[in-house]
């Protein structure tokens, strides 16, 4: 059987289109942007979540007994990249709201410029549910990738990415890394530029989020 080739969805939904277009905005202050964050990641999460797979079950209304479709089961894990990716998880909570939370935390080494793990909580049944990793910005694609590389270790083997921007080098990057990971982008920007931010992007959305510099 052959391994899952991962794709890249860019959503061109107006709505997500209009909140990431707000979120940019330099004036767009602390709580503005943070509200707008979740508003999107439900709004992604609602096109990401369209092939959960379905059951029939038998119910009764209050006319008679009938079959519907329900979800077949609701094993979904969220799993943000600290600190930016927690951004996106009441946004994803709102639709799913039987989803566990696991956690990633990654800094990198001065010296290396390797990603390294100092924190990674994740649910204990994490092989068998699909994963969602979540993070504002893809911008090289080093945080992802270890970020999936640690969890894949930890058992997952569903895994898809998903995220507010995302620039050319960081999707390459990480399709290479991880081709049987899907990817989900509500906007895909220019380029990277020296300092390896985002071209035109939306700053740090970390410090966006939580009014820090």
């Given at each position: ?21 707000m979120m940019r905005k330099k004036e767009t202050n602390v709580k ?182």
């Amino acid at each position: 059987m052959s391994e899952k080739q991962g794709k890249v969805y860019v959503f061109d939904h107006p709505l997500i289109q209009h909140k990431v277009s707000m979120m940019r905005k330099k004036e767009t202050n602390v709580k503005e942007f943070r509200e707008m964050a979740t508003e999107v990641a439900t709004l992604m999460g609602y096109e990401a979540t369209r092939d959960l797979p379905l059951e029939d079950v038998e119910i009764e209304t209050p006319m008679c007994k009938t079959t519907v479709k329900m979800l077949k089961g609701e094993d979904i894990a969220i799993v943000p990249i600290l600190r930016a990716g927690l951004g996106f998880v009441d946004g994803m909570l709102a639709l799913v709201p039987n989803a566990k939370v696991g956690h990633v935390g990654l800094y990198r080494d001065p010296e290396t410029h390797m990603p390294i793990e100092y924190y990674c909580k994740l649910p204990s049944d994490i092989d068998k549910r699909k994963t969602f990793v979540v993070d504002p910005m893809l911008a090289t694609g080093g945080s992802a990738i270890a970020a999936i590389d640690f969890i894949k270790r930890r058992g997952a083997t569903d895994i898809a990415f998903m995220c507010l921007i995302a620039a050319p080098e960081g999707i390459d990057a990480l399709q290479k890394a991880h081709p049987d990971v899907d990817i989900y982008i509500a906007a895909r920007d220019e380029r990277l530029n020296e300092d390896a931010y985002i071209l035109p992007g939306l700053g740090d959305a970390g410090d966006r989020l939580y009014g820090t510099k």
